[in-house]
């Protein structure tokens, strides 16, 4: 070897000697050994050969790659590239709009999902229709039942099997610009009458049966559940009466209400904690006529690929010290009293987050017959195409 | 002897297409069977499909009526409007044009293929909302302009998106005109005008249906542009089509949909044809 | 008219720009100029799922477009040595692959192979010998053969419409003089028809390399640039697209350049 090269090259041989050693022992991680040591690109060209190289040697047969379905603006980006750097695993993001949207794709077959996030109703479907595996909690140490609240938690349980553990609970609200409106939009009867008056063009519905069909139905007073046909007549009126004063059909409303595109939308927890915490000047109102409260597990499809990759995922998301940067960064409430200790004052005391239970009261958690229910689909779909 | 040149020849000929027609078979003939027994099928209870006989997705079809007319009338406007933008581009660009520059012009027209038309229309949607456009608006005084998300923005992708599949074939009638006919005309005291309508419009006909038909007949199953610049609002039937096996998992209405849609493809088709036939006056128009 | 030309040609490119433009962007959001930056460059370069959504669809591309290229060719050439009825009925078959929607060909391709899937996998695990029965899936193979569908009709008119103004003399001509077919099509047919074919060629792999929709429905659990594009429009595009649209854009503008310089002293070379 030449002096050349010996000064040049990009770590001496001493030093590798002495990376792996701290590798073996434990005291770096694999993406630092790697990095380190520049076999990162070396090994991430060699991954790509099935069968030429082991990566599962590396990693404790994580693979290098998974990936999950989740829901827009829904995690910190940290916590997958701290997952990634502590493992070696890069997790793949998709997100989706609804969860029918989710279980048409998974009974297409083929998503490559390794972890989801359904919510509370549909996981007696999945488990009906055999798309979801019951939970090996072995494998999640870190989950622990007796720190969650039942009320979030029982429906991640069907026949005292735990198909699902929880990852947050939250509500479906308004979330209204109040520097463009000033009409009160305090129920779903008013959001309606706002979307059609003041908010002319500039009021958005989500892409998803459950809430947008639930939401006008409790504005007509009937339940956010209602599969009754009569009732749903009167929603659709109500729904194609609004569309062509609506600005968009989309779930994903954070970009638009951030560009003031749009005023006012149908609004999940998390997002109106995040939109309110930028822009201030939208708040966040829970119908006082009803509306929809929900958890949303996580869950491995039967399908899913890289199994070992989604328990080593979901095991690091129960962690309550990453759980809780999630939370900050997510905005939506915790199920797990570990996670709720460990925020700060002025997340537990935001009252976007966690609501005075009297305004948690009118609403409804989402049944499992709306996920399947034929009539609501075409319901969507015709207010959507009309 | 000429029995097995007969039989070779016939080998070789077979040869030749067998896997062309593997390919149709499996690809393009099987499908759509399979498509055409769905569409009789119904929808299974948690959604998919389940093995039936019934016409009652055919019989559904009327609720889907608005996006079938949105898709009926903006595709043909849309394709109009590109001509009227397209025309004088390539009018420009076989006659007037310098020589010289004449092929880096046409090539310019080419090129914004090979820019994903999804990451185009995207930056679309950065000009048409409220940070693009209206905030320049807003500067001069007219506030809250709502532009994304209408059915103009709509066309205005569309125009946008197929602009040079329209230029092309128009550019390519044109450029074969011979120019003595021009200067015939002119010579005999035409004017400019008569002789454009006289003798260069006539004779660039052909493209010009061509490039009007090439572009209604991909509106009618366009999908990309309603969806990022309609918001969900301005449905085309391809929107209906992608909800249904996307979102309600109805599969055999959207397989009746699906067939209605190749139906209404085949009979605009045929109009464009005959139209060409009778403007034309020539059954030379290619669609490719 | 000038102006109007210059106009619509601003019109083609101010969205190119601005994409270009947002590549170099410092900030995250893809829709506000923080400063310049060629940061994005790297991490686009070094995002795994982007970089493997790109390699997919450059494979699927060039596979489906010299598959198309090969037997396209073979077609055209085979058709003209059909009886008028068997060639009525290729003509309509390939007509209709060019004219049916991208949608309807997604949407028929996926609900065949479902159904086709759904009873060769259960079929297959019953009569497998061992334990770890092979199983059918979307991916690769299905964006292929939907892609190369649509590619082998466009190669296939391109080239028989070539073939055609070739008109028949010269091939007769040659086998009068006693070239054998094959020599005949290597010295003589071939080299007419290949600028057609490379043509095809191209245009196949264009078609593939944009296509959403198509793959959107076949693609199972592989990902496509434009999948990866349209995905990340939902989960919020960062400048990494952008950068990634640039380096595409300048590597085909690289291409045509090298083709035109190349076409060029070919062309003075053989004295035009």
Known sequence: MTKWYRENAPITADKLADELMRLKRGSVTRRHFLGVTG???????????????????????????????????????????????????????????????????????????????PTNYTISTY????????????????????????????????????????????????????????????SWKEFFDVAITEADGRAMVHDYQLTTIGNALVALGYSFNSIKPDELVKAEELLIRVKPHLYAINSDYQPSMRATDAWMTMCWTNDGAQLNRDMPEIQFVLGKDGGEIWSDFYAIPKSAANKAAGYALLNYLMTPENAVKEHIANGAPTTDSRVLKLLPAEVTSNKIVYPDEAALTPLEFGAAVTLTDPGRAELMARFKSA | MQAAMNTKRNLVTAALVAPAAAWLCVFLVLPFIAMLIFAFGERAPEGGYQAAFTFAQF?????????????????????????????????????????????????????????????????????????????????????????????GAVLLGIVYGYLPLMIMPIYVSLEKLDRRLLEASADLGGRPVSTFFGVTLPLSLPGVMTGVALVTILLLGEYLIPQLLGGGKVFFIGNALVDLFLQSRNWPFGSAIAVTLVAVVVVVLMVAMRIAWKVAGTRQVDLV | MRAFVSSVYLFLYAPIALVVLFSFNAGRNASEFTGFSTAWYGKALGNTFLVAALQNSLMIAFTSAALAAVFGTMAALGMERLGTRTRAVFDAL???????????????????????????????????????????????????????????????????????????????????????????????????????????????????????????????????????????????????????????????????????????????????
């Open chain 2, 59 to 151: 019989a559904n079809l009327p609720t889907r009526a608005a996006a079938f007319w949105n898709t009926l009338v903006l595709a043909p406007v849309g394709a109009l409007l590109c001509l009227l933008v397209a025309y004088p581009v390539a009018y420009y660009l076989a006659v007037k044009a310098n020589p010289r520059y004449r092929l880096i012009l046409v090539s310019l027209v080419v090129v914004p293929f090979w820019t994903s038309l999804l990451v185009r229309t995207y930056a679309w949607m950065y000009i048409l909302g409220s940070r693009g456009i209206p905030n320049l608006l807003a500067m001069i005084g007219i506030e809250d302009v709502r532009m994304l998300n209408t059915p």
């Open chain 1, 127 to 186: 488990v009906k229709l055999g798309l979801i595996d019951e939970l090996d909690m072995s494998k999640l140490p870190n989950y622990d039942a007796s720190t969650e609240t039942a009320r979030f938690t029982n429906e991640g349980i069907v026949e005292g099997k735990t198909y699902a553990v929880p990852k947050n609970w939250g509500t479906t609200g308004i979330a209204v610009n109040s520097n463009k409106i000033k009409a009160p939009v305090t």
């Open chain 3, 94 to 272: 390939f007509a209709a692959a060019i004219v049916v929607p991208g949608v309807v060909i997604g949407i028929a391709t996926l609900v065949a192979l479902v159904a086709v899937f759904s009873f060769v996998n259960p079929a297959l695990a019953t009569i497998w010998p061992g334990d770890q029965p092979p199983q059918f899936g979307l991916g690769y193979g299905s964006i292929i053969a939907a892609h190369g569908l649509f590619s082998m009709a466009l190669v296939t008119m391109i080239v028989k419409a070539r073939i055609a103004s070739l008109g028949r003399d010269i091939v007769e001509a040659s086998s009068d003089l006693y070239a054998t077919p094959l020599t005949t099509f290597r010295l003589i047919v071939l080299p007419q028809i290949l600028p057609s074919i490379l043509a095809g060629f191209l245009l196949a792999f264009t078609f593939s390399f944009d296509d959403f929709i198509i793959a959107f429905f076949v693609a199972g659990s592989k990902t496509t640039l434009p999948i990866y594009v349209f995905a990340s429009i939902r989960r919020g595009v960062t400048p990494e697209i952008n950068a990634i649209a640039t380096l595409v854009l300048v590597a085909s503008l690289l291409l045509i350049l090298t083709a035109r310089v190349l076409m060029r002293e070919k062309k003075s070379k053989s004295g035009e």
């Open chain 1, 39 to 117: 076999l990162g690109l070396a090994t991430a060209v060699l991954a790509r050969q099935p069968g030429l190289f082991n990566s599962a040697a590396f990693a404790g047969d994580l693979g290098t790659q998974m990936s999950i379905a989740t829901w827009p603006n829904y995690h910190d980006p940290a916590t997958f590239e701290a997952f990634t750097a502590a493992t070696g695993v890069a997790v793949e993001v998709n997100v989706f709009g609804s969860n029918e949207e989710m279980l048409a794709k998974l009974q297409a077959g083929g998503t490559g999902w390794d972890l989801f996030v």
